[in-house]
């Protein structure tokens, strides 16, 4: 059953054939729906914030015949390309990065083809959007006039700020940052800033605010998150001063004191007030309100209070006195006033302790804000204090003491008598460091001196620093080691450098920048510190290699530190092996090398290695290479020019050898060079091993100088010793002293007397035995009318080379053999013989042997260091050789 079925789709297939022939029709796409990812592209839509690279979309079609499909993207003229797509599998990329505020959608040609018939369809990609944009103020920063008689609540100001996203990223909130949030709202939606409910504006307290507006999106997704975007702006809000303020008195709270010595007139207390409102003050004017009893009175335009009466008429003893200061209007109407009471008291018994006030009355705690490092000396003039005893005389003595940390501040006065104005100065300013407190806290102790009841009070005194830039940045080390690779581009990381200010806010940003011999190639990152290369910069190791700067960290008001950046250039394998020629021409003598040398211009190993070898050789088969020198040299088993001859079938003497030096950096690098090489054999060259070396070195001349100027050296110090050693040989003695012993021999027939026969002298010995006794010989025959002597030298060497000819020559007759030349040590000339003797023997026409040639020498100095029994025998033969040549002389003479 399954062969039949098989059988009947061969047969539709033929029929579907058959059709295709006949017709063609177009290829199509398949329609899959907007959320599909393969189709036609119909309704498709994209995520801006989609990554450029992306596959995002497959075409996918078919041709009713069954053909091949391939497709294709077109944008209409004009438009930016977006995508890409893959023809045979429809896959289709994202090329441009999506912007949804610019552009939110793209009409895209789609077609496929089935290389017969194409089909077009235009589509449209909708771009969706992203939280990628900030929002953006509108009408900010600015700056806002209110009156201080403003009320609270009203509407000040406006913010307006627009996000270009859609839905909840488009959406803006606005919010005050800071501490101005508890005098102005704003609201979130609207952006209108008010005046918080339950608060005023007052010009005397301050005159301006800054308010910091952050406006924040609503978030929505970016890059597969959930993305909030904000952004911030700054508000000026000048107060305008108003006449609102009434009077306020300077000082309060005040204390006068009635001694029992006062006087009428005498004046008690001097009140100070001023106008509330201090951008147009007005005069002001005194008078007393309540509980004076009509003993006391004031001067209406300085405050001064006076007793009217007596002490002694006074009934009570304590007098709370109101004071009034009115503002004097325009024409001299009364406006508004202030009241401060004057505590006037009797003074006479101890019984009252010290008080401390501040300017609301009795007060235990004060407090003070102000910046870190005030000069030292400076007095506190934010805390008000007064410290009063009520009694009188050394009842109202007391000493004031400051307690708490370290010895920052110090009171003054120390000690008190009735009633002071506290002081404070500041002792130690280097201590007030907001960095390590936040807040100070003191005790503030007043006890009395001289009183047995020694009474006291005590005041805390809190003071809140405030910050300020008197922090410079510091790195977090002093030098920085980087490394970056030679030929790296423009705009390469170099290192990144750290600062840090422990200042706050503006203080503590730190801005960064760079300078010095080594920084010209260099740039860094003002806020991030990161030090990358100029977009120009070209980094060579072979140039240079070693680069040094300094960074500064500076912070807004110019304090600054440094740190050292060192820079190494790593060397990258940048430069091939160069040939100092591409042709070169060598002389090969048979067994000698020719050496060829390439350079390579790199820095540092591996890359500056070179690695020889032969890439191609004609013939092939006769030359090897030292990888590492660069020695060419014939194959170990060519001996001769005939084998040469024999392998290559040539008779030329001339071969091309291709040469590769490659280096061994990553990656490699190689050069090649041809070498010409004349082949020679050493026995070729005239002049022998000289001549050899001459034509090895022919190629380079320094060389030859360089072998020249040793040999001449050489030959210099050897005259020079020679020379040396026979002056103070001849100086020692001018007598002949022979090497081995001399022994009469017994006469022989027929021997000429002035026959000499000279042995062989190298040997030892021979004919004698091996005794070293007979090597000298001395035979005598007498005959008639004549004289025949014998003297046989078995060693006569000339250490002066004079082998004939001058007085210092051995002559001899009879034969002799020559023996292989060996050296020979230096010695000094030999004398001449006696002149007498000499013309004697040329009259008779005979020679006469008067002694022997100084010819005769050591033959080693090893061997004439005998023992001292040797050397007189040797002296003895001598001596009575000597004396038979002389009586043989004078019997030729008679």
Known sequence: MKNVKKLHFSFVFVVVHFC????????????????????????????????????????????????????????????????????????????ERLDREKEDSVDVLVSITDGRSKVVERVTVFIMDANDEKPEFQNMPTIVNVLETAQPGSSLFQVQALDRDTGSGGSVTYYIQGAQSSLFSIDRHSGILRIRTGETLDYEKSKTHFVTVIAKDGGGDFNGREQFMSSSASLTVNVIDQQDTPPSFVGTPYFGFIYEVSVPGSEI????????????????????????????????????????????????????????????????????????????????????????????????????TMYEHPPEGEILRGLKITVNDSDQGANAKFNLQLIGPGRMLKVVPQTVLNEAQVTILVEDSSAMDYEKYQFLTYKLLAVEIDTPERFSATADIIIHLLDTNDNAPKFSSDYYIARIPENSPGGTNVVSVTATDPDSGLWGEVKYSIYGSGADLFLIQPTSGIVYTQPWASLDAEVRSKYNFYVKAEDTEGKYSLAEVFVTVLDLNDHPPEFNENLLEKTMVIGAPVKIQAVDDDAEEPNNIIEYSIMKADPNNIFDINTSTGEIMLKSYIKSMAIVQNITNQKECTWSVVVQARDQGQPSFSTTAVVKIDITEATQLMGGPLATFLMQSRDNPLHILAMLAGVISLLVVVTVTISTATFLRNKKSNRVLPNRRIKRRPPKQHRHWSTWTLPNPFGRGQGRGGNPADKFAVSEEEGEGTEKVRVEVVENINYNNNVTGGAGAAVGVGVFRPQPPRPLPPCAPALPPPGSLYHVARERGHWVVPTVSGAVAVAAKAKRKQGSKENLMNKALVSELKMRLEQKRLQNQY
Do not use: C, W
């Not at 409102?277 to 209406?300: E, T, W």
């Not at 503002?327 to 401060?340: H, K, Q, T, W």
């Open 20 to 95: 295709i022939a006949q017709a063609d029709f177009a290829p199509y796409f398949y329609d899959n729906g907007p959320y599909s990812q393969n189709g036609n592209l119909a309704l498709f839509s994209l995520s801006e914030d989609t990554t450029v690279g992306t596959h995002i979309y497959t075409l996918n079609g078919t041709d009713p015949e069954g053909q091949e499909v391939r497709y294709d993207l077109a944008f209409d003229p004009g438009s930016k390309q977006y995508f890409i797509v893959e023809p045979v599998s429809g896959d289709i990329t994202l090329v």
């Open 269 to 368: 207390y001097t009140v100070l007030a001023k106008d509330g409102d201090v951008g147009d003050p007005n005069p002001i004017v005194y008078s007393l309100d309540d509980g004076d009893d009509g003993v006391f009175g004031i001067n209406k335009t300085n405050g001064r209070i006076t007793l009217l009466t007596h002490p002694i008429n006074l009934k009570r003893e304590i007098f709370n006195i109101k004071v009034r200061a009115s503002e004097v209007g325009p024409g001299g109407r009364l406006m508004d006033f202030g009241l401060a009471t004057v505590v006037i008291r009797m003074v006479d018994l101890n019984n009252n302790p010290p008080t401390f006030y501040g300017e609301k009355g009795p007060q235990n705690t004060f407090q003070l």
